[in-house]
């Protein structure tokens, strides 16, 4: 991290790492997955190739997470992972759905971070908001309930949860308003963490509701490929014409 001039930020008590940019240019708003924490995505920055000057923003989870190797050892999380349950749907050879409902503690890690970009002084008209698996997740919950339209949503191995609600809240916002809602999507057709058909479920989500973009899917697991970036850096040049 030390190549990156960055500084870090607390807002009520959230750590969150800043890449500087120019007043007046976009701001990406990036949050990480399930264990990692706010330095996991910032290299992102270096490859991502939004328009010079943009500020990035990388906060730390709201929970602390134990990894289980030993003293000093942990990583953050936006929201628990009940991981009985993830091994009872690998013993008996499911698919893990979290379609049904909104899981435990979303609400309030979208809030706080809905809540932070305010403090932050991010237009949302020129805010992208995005993340990696559960940070994925939850950039998808704050993009479909900010009060305000955001500039674009990025989801890299992502999946759908709370479909009732997810439909009712991009219909409302995007498509009953004649208004279209800019995403990227990828994801891994192995991966084994968040199942593919789930990420092709999200995306017809996506498309029915409203939204406009891209959907990589590529020959890998719960990652974030070179492709990947490829295909982001082509959306964003799109985006920001």
């Known amino acids: 991290m030390a190549q990156l001039q960055h500084i870090e930020r607390f807002v009520d008590g959230m750590k969150v790492v800043e890449i500087p940019g120019r007043p007046g240019a976009p701001t990406f708003l990036c949050m990480h997955g399930f264990g990692a924490n ?3 995505l910032a290299g992102l920055s270096q490859h991502l190739k939004f328009p010079e000057g943009t500020r990035y923003l990388f906060p730390d989870g709201i929970l602390r997470i134990d990894l289980g190797y030993g003293a000093g050892y942990e990583g953050r999380a936006w929201f628990p992972i009940d991981f009985a349950e993830i091994e009872r749907i690998r013993r ?5 759905d979290l379609s049904k409902t909104l899981p435990a503690g979303m609400a309030e890690a979208r809030d706080k971070l809905i809540d932070a970009m305010a403090k932050l002084e991010c237009d949302p008209a020129k805010t992208v908001v995005g ?3 559960q940070g994925a997740m939850l950039a998808t919950e704050i993009m479909l309930n900010h009060k305000a339209d955001l500039a674009g949503l990025v989801v890299f191995s992502g999946t759908l949860v709370n479909r009732t609600g997810w439909e009712t809240a991009i219909a409302a916002k995007y498509a009953a308003q004649n208004k279209t809602m800019r995403f990227i999507q990828s994801h891994g057709k192995h991966d084994p963490v968040l199942p593919f058909q789930a990420a092709e479920r999200l995306n017809e989500l996506f498309v029915q509701g409203g939204g406009k973009g891209d959907f990589i899917a590529f020959e890998g697991q719960h ?9 982001t850096n082509k959306w964003l040049k799109e985006l920001f014409a």
């Open 131 to 133: 993340g990696f698996s």
């Open 223 to 231: 990652e974030i490929p070179l492709e990947v970036v490829d295909g």
């Open 38 to 40: 706010c330095y996991d």
């Open 92 to 96: 008996e050879g499911g698919l893990r």
